[in-house]
């Protein structure tokens, strides 16, 4: 199947193999470059799941233990393998997606059997799995001394009493002790089915071709997919604000807003994105006054987040008075739901929005990450032109009022550690 985006003169081929793989190649034959990646529909969130009828809640940071240990094999490391190849391997972990991807200039098709072997043949034994949890330790170490993740995860934690998005991606050195051998096989079995994969490269290659080593290196045919729980959350947030100090020179905060559950993960994420920039971006009234004021720098960001069964507006940046930007917000929040968004605001930021999106679609790593997160909603990653160039200010609109409902708001912030002279 081919499907064509004149807009953007852009192409999607794609395929569904036998066992359900999803198979996505967008040519580039200009670039030197070619880019795949391989991706599970299973990330942090996935903590409590459903297989064969049997109930499993697993601890917290499995998904990340499972994407380091992926890389080994019976016969070596899949990692040395790319790299005498000449290749350049990676894989990240998030909330919603696990992901193993190589960029090759030559030897593409040898880098793409390793990628589709390792990923789909689990080698795990108690030595590799008990020498993982000092490398990720010491990685949870780090990500427990940066202010900006430890802001993240605080305001989650802050907005959501019990989904499991409150939880950090790599988890903590008290929730990956207990992680042996037969659980990674038990997630590996429940969500690295090829039905719950996908496959996309970007760059110049045969599809056909790609398509029929697909075919013949991942299993022949796919295992039940678990079914997940995420618990129930209230409208409200959990807590409105939360003070940790750290070694920081000034306030590093994010300000969360609690939405609704989206219907439509792929569209309303666009929509987030859009009615934050119209609150406060770059080219907004608000943001000017802030900016003028020394409530905030360049470091503001206003952004949103999806994940299943749920949705947050989120603004962070540094500030020496963090709760006068929440006020300020939250009083622009609610004259906009109550009076409308500016139409020249709203255009502005729509094309500074299409913009972000139109570069992303120039880098083959962003391509392949962008197809896949559409594709585990039933979208493409194209599909962003479209919907942006129709929305309405009255879509916005609706979007911002739901953000001014009350108690849905959280304030993480992380200020700077009290010195001896702070107490005297």
Request: aromatic fraction near 10%.
């Amino acid at each position: 199947m081919i499907r064509n985006y004149p807009a953007l003169q852009e192409e999607i081929r794609s395929a569904v193999l036998p066992n359900g793989l999803r198979v996505y190649y967008i040519p580039k034959p200009d670039f030197q470059k070619t880019f795949a990646m391989l991706a599970a529909d299973f990330g942090s969130v996935d903590c409590c799941f459903t297989l064969d009828g049997e109930q499993h809640q697993v601890t917290p940071g499995v998904a990340h233990f499972l994407e380091h240990k992926m890389f080994e094999e019976e016969d070596g490391n899949a990692l040395q393998k790319f790299t005498m190849l000449g290749a350049q391997p990676n894989a990240f972990t998030s909330h919603t997606m696990t992901a193993y991807h190589f960029t090759a200039t030559e030897r593409f098709e040898e880098c793409l059997e390793i990628l589709l072997r390792f990923v789909t043949t689990p080698y795990f034994t108690d030595e590799n799995v008990a020498k993982e949890k000092g490398i990720i330790g010491q990685e949870i170490s780090m990500l427990d001394d940066t202010p900006s993740w430890q802001a993240y995860v605080g305001v989650l934690q802050g907005l959501y009493g019990a989904h499991t998005v409150r939880i950090s991606i790599a988890g903590s050195k008290q929730t990956i002790a207990p992680i042996t051998p037969d659980l990674l096989h038990l997630c590996h079995r429940a969500f690295y089915s090829p039905a719950n994969l996908v496959l996309v490269v970007c760059g110049t290659c045969d599809f056909d071709r790609v398509c029929e080593m697909a075919e013949c290196i991942t299993p022949k045919q796919s295992a039940r997919i678990a079914s997940r729980s995420y618990g129930e959350e209230t409208p409200e947030a959990a807590q409105p604000m939360q003070v940790r100090r750290m070694a920081v020179s000034r306030p590093t905060f994010i300000l969360g807003i609690k939405d609704t559950v989206p219907s439509d993960s792929y569209r309303r994420q666009l929509m987030g994105e859009l009615a934050a920039r119209c609150v406060c971006c770059e080219s907004a009234p608000l943001y000017e006054t802030l900016y003028q004021n020394n409530l905030i720098d360049q470091s503001f960001d206003p952004d949103y987040f999806t994940f299943p069964e749920g949705a947050c507006a989120m603004f962070s940046g540094e500030s020496r008075n963090p709760e006068a930007v929440r006020d300020a917000l939250l009083e622009e929040i609610r004259s906009i739901a109550a009076h409308g968004v500016d139409r020249a605001l709203f255009e502005r930021a729509r094309r500074q929005l299409l913009g972000l999106k139109l570069r992303s679609a120039d880098d083959p790593g962003s391509i392949c990450r962008m197809q896949a997160e559409a594709c585990f909603t039933g979208a493409s990653c194209f599909d962003f032109y479209e919907i942006l160039t129709a929305v309405t200010t009255e879509e916005i609109e609706a979007r911002i009022r739901e953000w001014a409902e009350p108690d849905r708001i959280s304030l993480m912030v992380i200020a700077p550690a009290e010195t001896e002279d702070a107490h005297g």
